[in-house]
């Protein structure tokens, strides 16, 4: 078994996933069937770069990394797709009014 060979050291699920269920995303890249996907032919572009779509799934691969099921608008696919292969496609809103701890007690 020493001769896997990964994509990178990183284990990604000691963490929790980047991206949220029903998170608008985009692809970083265009994506291509690489025989995985039912139905279309090897080679056959199933999300073009800077397509918009959104998480709809959030699984494990390798024990290593999140996938992504992303469902894309414009091409109507469901794909399958690593954190390095998606942005955001909107900027999160960032809570600047949390409590502190302190406030929550009294």
Request: glycine share 10%; no cysteine.
């Amino acid at each position: 078994m020493s001769n896997v060979v990964r994509d990178s050291d990183v284990v990604e699920l000691s963490g929790p996933p980047f991206f949220n269920l029903g998170e608008k995303v985009q692809a970083k890249r265009t994506i291509r069937n690489d025989g995985t996907y039912a139905g279309k032919e090897i080679g056959d572009i199933l999300a073009k770069k800077g397509e918009v779509g959104y998480v709809v799934s959030i699984g494990t691969f390798l024990q290593q990394f999140y996938i992504y099921g992303v469902e894309y608008l414009e091409s109507g696919n469901r794909v399958g797709m690593k954190r390095k292969e998606l942005d955001l496609a909107d900027a999160r809103e960032e809570p600047d009014d949390l409590p502190l701890p302190e406030e929550i007690a009294s």
